[in-house]
Antibody, heavy 121, light 109 residues
């Protein structure tokens, strides 16, 4: 079965960096677009970033453009999110999510359980 | 990338039907048939309920249905059950990015 397991969350100071990882299994990772979605405490879901199956196409939410970088290693079935210049408003549970197609697809079909990132001094 | 507009909350009694709206613009909901809906029980992973406006994934009860008219999409849940109580989010392609609705809390009375 499809499994997405996020790691790398924790407490980080404002202005610092953090890298999240997502280990995928149960499907052909290299055939699927992958997304990051986050949910701040008490708030709704917010789309963060997407990367196509081969990594040549990517997109970001305006709120993270220029600070966050999505990447993938298809040989390791792993998705990454490099987060730089972190702000308190980046505090959230970050979900790794599979896209429904090879490029971007039309929806999100499988979600991980999420990893909590807390940006605080 | 403004969030799609959803009602903050809706409620209904067991067996009744409820509809959750999701209003966007011609640049997102109205421009593409790529609207999907997700059910989220706090503390758990969100679950896909409807995709491509009105398609239901295997395993999702046919009590859940979706539609779209112009710049607004809707999720209708008929025959409400206690386990339907959750947060619901719409999600749409917006041409070069993706956008969620603000979320709707469904309470089953």
């Amino acid at each position: 079965q499809v499994q997405l397991v996020e790691s790398g969350g924790g407490v980080v100071q404002p202005g610092r960096s953090q890298r999240l990882s997502c280990a995928a299994s149960g499907f052909t990772f290299s055939n699927c677009a992958m997304h990051w979605v986050r949910q701040a405490p008490g708030k709704g879901l917010e789309w963060v970033a997407v990367m196509s199956y081969h990594g040549s196409s990517k997109g970001y939410a305006d709120s993270v453009q220029g600070r966050f970088t999505i990447s993938r290693d298809n040989s390791k079935n792993t998705l990454y999110l490099q987060m730089n210049s972190l702000r308190p408003e980046d505090t959230a549970v970050y979900f790794c999510v599979r896209g429904s197609g090879a490029n971007y697809g039309t929806h999100l079909d499988y979600w991980g359980q999420g990893t909590l990132v807390t940006v605080s001094s | 990338q403004s969030a799609l507009t959803q009602p903050r909350s809706v409620s209904g009694s067991p067996g009744q039907s409820v509809t959750i709206s999701c209003t966007g613009t011609s640049s997102d909901v109205g421009g593409y048939n790529y609207v999907s809906w997700y059910q989220h029980h706090p503390g758990k992973a969100p679950k896909l309920m409807i995709y491509d406006v009105s398609q239901r994934p295997s395993g999702v009860p046919d009590r859940f249905s979706g539609s779209k008219s112009g710049n607004a999409a809707s999720l209708t849940i008929s025959g409400l059950q206690a386990e339907d109580e959750a947060d619901y989010y719409c999600f749409s392609w917006a041409g070069s990015s993706w956008v969620f609705g603000g979320g709707t809390k469904l309470t089953v009375l």
